[in-house]
């Protein structure tokens, strides 16, 4: 019987098998079930490795991919700006004073928190006012407290990954009275 060169063995298995002087039968037999043995041992062997360098690379190009879709992301985020837009031209002390807050942009974002910035001495506060928020749009009603009091300072803060991002929003505006 002859059996043909297989990949990684580099010569023939030459041998007759039905030739009872050179082996008695179950010794014709052992060796037939030794070759199956080691040739299906052989290509099983070579398999698992080519399997095991193709995961090696789909993990390598997942990582890539993975890392280029969160570029992507980082770099939409600092691009943008915060836009607020008041319901009227004017403040008015102690009465709430409406303002719509965007993200101009056609893509949905990450999630994101919204702060209010106030300042203590030199100390800076937020104040959560939208948590894990994910709409481009958002409202905040301001209350100035006096005929001073014509601004304020809002804070979106995208946590991507590793990377804290912070986009400021400030409005100044005129008080009647």
Same mark, same amino acid.
């Given at each position: 019987?002859?059996?043909?060169? @297989? ?5 023939? #298995?030459?041998?007759? @098998?039905?030739?009872?002087? *050179?082996?008695? *039968? ?8 030794? #070759? %199956? ?7 099983? $062997? *070579? ?9 090696? =690379? ?19 985020? %600092?691009?943008? =700006? ?14 709430? $004073?409406?303002? #719509? ?10 999630? !994101?928190?919204?702060?209010? %910035?106030?300042? $203590?001495?030199?100390? =800076? ?5 939208? =948590?894990? !928020? ?8 301001? %209350? ?21 991002? *912070? ?11």
């Amino acid at each position: 019987m002859y059996i043909p060169t @297989i990949k990684g063995l580099n010569a023939y #298995i030459c041998f007759d @098998i039905t030739s009872s002087t *050179q082996f008695d *039968q179950p010794m014709k037999n052992i060796t037939l079930i030794a #070759i %199956i043995l080691i040739l299906g041992t052989s290509c099983e $062997n *070579q398999k698992i490795t080519e399997l095991n360098n193709r995961i090696s =690379e789909l993990d390598n190009l997942n990582t890539k991919l993975t890392d280029s879709l969160n570029r992507i992301e980082y770099l939409k985020v %600092i691009s943008s =700006e915060l836009i607020g837009i008041p319901d009227k031209n004017k403040l008015i002390p102690n009465q709430p $004073n409406k303002f #719509i807050f965007l993200l101009p942009t056609a893509q949905k974002f990450p999630e !994101y928190n919204v702060y209010r %910035i106030t300042k $203590n001495g030199n100390e =800076e506060v937020r104040e959560l006012l939208y =948590e894990n !928020y994910k709409d481009s749009r958002f409202e905040f009603n301001f %209350i100035p407290k006096n005929k001073d009091d014509n601004s304020f300072e809002l804070l979106a803060e995208f946590d991507l990954d590793s990377i804290k991002v *912070q986009i400021p929003g400030r409005i100044d505006m005129t008080l009647t009275e």
